[in-house]
Structure formats: C-alpha cells, structure tokens
C-alpha cells in the first residue's frame, strides 16, 4: 500500500501530481483553511503531513496519529509545532527555510516606502471620487537621508539591508550574532545596541523569530526609548510586538505610524494569544498599513515551497534524511511500538 499524506491546505495541482507517483494523496479541495478537527480527522492514520502557518501539531496531535514519519511544514518559522514531541516519537520535521526570505524583504520594502509616503490614504482618496488633480496634500516623510533600524540580522534582515543599502540612508542593526565586517561595509550599516537603533532610527524594521526572548521585545517599554515620530514596520511575527502598546504610541504620537503584515492573533502556539486585531488599531488608517500575511504570497514562490514540502515528504519514505529536516532521528527506529 502506497504511504499516505494529508495536505491540509489548497496546494498548486503540480504538488499532488508529484505525491501521486509514491503516495495517496489527500488534498485540501475546500479552498479554504481546514479546522483542527477536521484536520485530526484526516490526519489519524497518516504517514505524513504537508502543515502550513496556521496549523498546530503538538504532542497530543502526534498522539493521535500513530502512523506519522513525517510532518512537513511548508514554512520558515515554526513556533506552532512541537518539534521536541516530533524528535521524541521518531517522527521527522522539516521547514522550507530559504525561499520565503525574498519575497518577505520585497514586501518589508513595499511597506516601508508605503507607510511613510501615505500611499495608502492616496489610495482611499482616488476611490472618494473627488480627485481633480494635484493638491498639496498627503505630505509624507522620504528615505533619503534618514536613520533606518533593523532588529535581527539572520537571513531576512540581511535581505533587507541589502535592498535599502541603495535608498542613501544610515542603516544600524541589533543581533545577538553581528554580521561580518565584509557585509556591514557592503551594505553601509553598524551595529548598536537595541535601545540605540530605537532611539536614532526614523524607520525601525523588525526581522526576528518568534522565541521567549523575543516576545513582545517591542513593548510599552521599548515604545518609550523609540525615537518620536518613528515609523514601525512588522514582517516577522505578531507577538514579537505588543499590539495594546503600539495602539497607544500611535494615539499619543510617539509612532508617526506602523506597517505590520503579521499580527498576533495569527499565533497559534500561544495560549493567550487575542482572538483578533484589536479595533482601535485597525481603525487608525491615517497612521497603519497592513496586509494579510503577504509575505512570501508570490505564485511561483509559493509553487515552489509546497514542492519543497514535498520532496521532503519523498526522500522520508525512501529512508533518506528529508533535506529541511530541522531535527534528527538518525538512531530512532520508526515503528508503531516506540511511537505510541
């Protein structure tokens, strides 16, 4: 009998046709997200899973799925799987570590330049029917020239320090790793401390995981030091900010505004996380931009991370250690006896 493998989202046709060769398939065909139950239904006596960012797998799903060798998520960051319960059962877990950086960056970018020249508000403008021609309205605040501020240098980060190292402005950045001496130079950029890129930088770009020690890294507190009249811009994780706080640094003034593709409410491996965009926030249009999770939402992209997903499905069920493996189970013998 051929493995089995639930996809519980809608995936390009080209994902399946490739499963098919080796496995029976069971796609998302709803077009739309799957609920947990329904996923756990499917997923009960599968041998492997394509999961995406709004799916859970914790120990008690692993329980449930006694058949399970791999779980493949389609995605960079994965602080909403379990992957200490994946390793203990013997289960592999994979990422798609490297293709998402680029279009996250393109997107950081589009933001930043959005937020800062009121293009959204241009936007609803044009729409009220009212536009005869230029006015001098809608003044907003250029790159050139400006202090810019990117918290965390992994791979994203670098991606965008290297698209805005060309908009002539002074880039500094916080990491717990520094880059080389050889990138800073290329790129036009000095580390400081994080209360220092807070306090100096006219643009504060946020690129980190979402860890225990990034949690709400921006909150009331850091929201003080930030310099008045900063522009924030989130294309990370939701809960790496406390949205309450940049609520009412907009309110106040203390952010002239903030761009956030992620948001909180998307973090599923929270307990507490809020069950929704709190509404004085998404009712500041004057001073917001937002998009929903657009990050690496590019056809060929995305066409390209779900065949990722899957290989790694194929080189598990023919024994071989799956390329995004993030986890090692080299000395765990895979049977239902040492997985239940």
């Known amino acids: 009998m051929k493995p089995k493998v639930v996809i519980t989202q809608p995936v390009h046709r080209e994902v399946v046709e490739l499963l098919e060769h080796k496995c029976e398939v069971i796609p ?3 077009l739309n997200t799957l609920g947990s139950d329904e996923i756990l239904r499917r997923a009960k006596y599968a041998d492997g899973i394509i999961a995406f960012m709004s799916d859970r797998v914790d120990d008690k ?50 933001l930043l330049i959005g937020l800062s020249r009121k293009a959204p ?16 309205k809608l003044y907003g605040t250029g790159l050139s020239g400006r202090n810019l ?41 000095n580390f400081a401390p994080l209360d220092q890129v807070l306090s100096q930088s006219d643009f504060v770009i946020l690129a980190l995981p979402l860890t225990p020690a990034t949690f709400h890294l921006i909150d009331q507190s850091a929201l003080e030091k930030i310099k008045t009249g900063a522009f924030l811009v989130n294309t990370c994780r939701g809960s790496v900010v406390d949205e309450e706080a940049v609520t009412r640094a907009l309110s106040s003034g203390k952010l002239a505004g903030y761009a956030a593709d992620v948001f909180e409410t998307e ?32 056809d060929d992209v995305r066409l390209e991370i ?27 013998k895979v049977t239902p006896s040492n997985r239940r």
């Open 149 to 189: 501020g990117i918290v965390g240098m992994g791979a994203l980060g670098q991606a965008i320090a290297k698209r805005l190292s060309s908009f002539d402005m002074s880039i500094s950045y916080t990491d717990p790793i520094p880059v080389t001496e050889q990138k800073e130079m290329s790129w036009g950029m």
């Open 267 to 298: 973090d599923w491996a929270r307990p507490d996380r809020p069950n929704s965009i709190p509404d004085a926030l998404i009712n500041m249009t004057s001073a917001t931009f937002f998009t929903p999770h657009l990050g690496s939402a590019v």
């Open 61 to 110: 799903f692993l329980q449930l799925c006694p058949n399970l060798k791999i779980v493949a998520a389609a995605l960079k960051g994965y602080d909403n799987f379990d992957v200490k319960s994946c390793t203990r059962r013997g289960i592999w877990f994979t990422t798609v570590p490297d293709l998402l950086t680029a279009p996250t960056a393109e997107l950081t970018v589009g």
């Open 306 to 332: 779900e065949l990722e997903a899957a290989r790694n499905i194929l080189q598990a069920f023919d024994g071989k250690r799956p390329a995004g493996a993030i986890n090692d189970i080299a000395n765990i």
């Open 28 to 30: 998302n065909d709803a």
């Open 121 to 136: 508000d241009g936007d609803r403008f044009i729409r009220t029917g009212r536009f005869n021609g230029w006015r001098p």
